[in-house]
């Protein structure tokens, strides 16, 4: 039978000075000369080697790149093990603009928009995108497209009304991203995460997410709910983005263009790691992935973030 693969990844635009210097500095990543294609940058496991995609932020939640591979330790199910493949990564993504347009939102529909103008704005010409929105149910109102200007009108006029289906859309992005041949995938969520509508549990939504191998970012608009769903909406939201190796940022409207560079720029550039399983199993088991950063001397101490496993093949 064939592995199942999980994905999860992210990387950085705080690129390291000189070490002597002790100095983290922010420019933008310079484009390097041609290399040979990577492996693909996927979480996943075969006969031998598992590749874990990894994004580490300084103490100021800023991207760093520059790091090298004896900055890393990596652990499989609490073993340490040896780093034998290391790599920057940076090339096209796709992803899946998941958009509440459930009657919570209401008056948060301004922020929404403005939350995904800014994310196109870091759009390259190469990635691709497709819009789904939901409220009773989800809807595929725009499919895979290069063309940010067809999501963004759509948007405009999208109207808040019904319940939330939030869970239901995010199954429906992970069945749409299938049809991508990128192999960076990426899910941001817009959404106050106050599901109550869906037919699928966090736990059916959960094992699909894990077996997926995308990447899952939220923007949460909050604010103005009284009920016990939008109570949990950004648990909700960070628990499902956390899964993936991604996160929760929340949408305050003077912060949206850095929250917006800062997603943009993890889901383009990532560490990618990759080892061979002391344990060779092939039991199908779902093993937990550790990272840690030793940083530099002179750096201050970095974050880590990446997919919480990947399942082992069985025969």
Avoid: C
């Avoid at 049809?179 to 960076?184: A, G, L």
């Avoid at 850095?258 to 061979?276: C, P, Q, T």
């Amino acid at each position: 039978m064939a592995s199942r693969r999980i994905l999860g990844w992210v990387a950085g635009a705080v690129v390291l000075a000189p070490l002597a210097l002790g100095q983290v500095t922010i420019q933008p990543r310079e484009k390097s000369a041609p290399k040979e294609p990577l492996p693909k940058p996927t979480l996943r496991v075969d006969t031998t080697l598992v590749l874990v995609p990894v994004s580490v932020n300084d103490p100021l939640n800023r991207p760093v790149s520059g790091l090298e591979k004896e900055n890393f330790r990596l652990f499989d199910d609490k073993v340490e093990q040896t780093i034998t493949q290391f790599a920057m990564d940076d090339e096209p993504v796709a992803v899946g603009l998941v958009f509440d347009t459930s009657g919570s939102m209401g008056d948060k529909l301004h922020r929404s928009r403005m939350a995904a103008r800014e994310f196109f704005r870091t759009a390259n010409p190469e990635d691709e995108f497709f819009l789904v929105e939901f409220d009773n149910s989800p809807r595929l109102e725009v499919p895979l497209t290069d063309d940010t200007g067809r999501i963004e009108s759509q948007l405009v006029f999208s109207r808040s009304k019904g319940s939330t289906a939030l869970l239901d859309a995010i199954y429906m992005a992970l069945h749409e991203m299938k049809k991508s041949k990128r192999n960076k995938k990426a899910l941001l969520i817009i959404s106050d995460g106050g599901d109550n509508h869906s037919r699928y549990t966090l736990a059916e939504v959960r094992n699909v997410v894990r077996e997926s191998d995308v990447l899952i970012y939220a923007i949460g608009v909050f604010g103005g709910g009284s009920t016990m769903e939008e109570a949990g909406g950004p648990g909700l939201l960070s628990h499902i983005a956390e899964e993936t190796g991604g996160r929760l940022y929340e949408a305050n409207p003077v912060e949206l263009p850095d929250i917006a560079l800062k997603i943009g720029i993890d889901l383009r550039n990532r560490y990618v790691l990759g080892f061979a399983p002391t344990s060779q199993q092939r039991d199908g088991r779902y093993h937990t992935v550790q990272v840690f950063v030793v940083p530099p001397r002179g750096l201050p101490k970095l974050r880590a973030h990446w997919r919480s496993g990947y399942y082992a093949p069985v025969e």
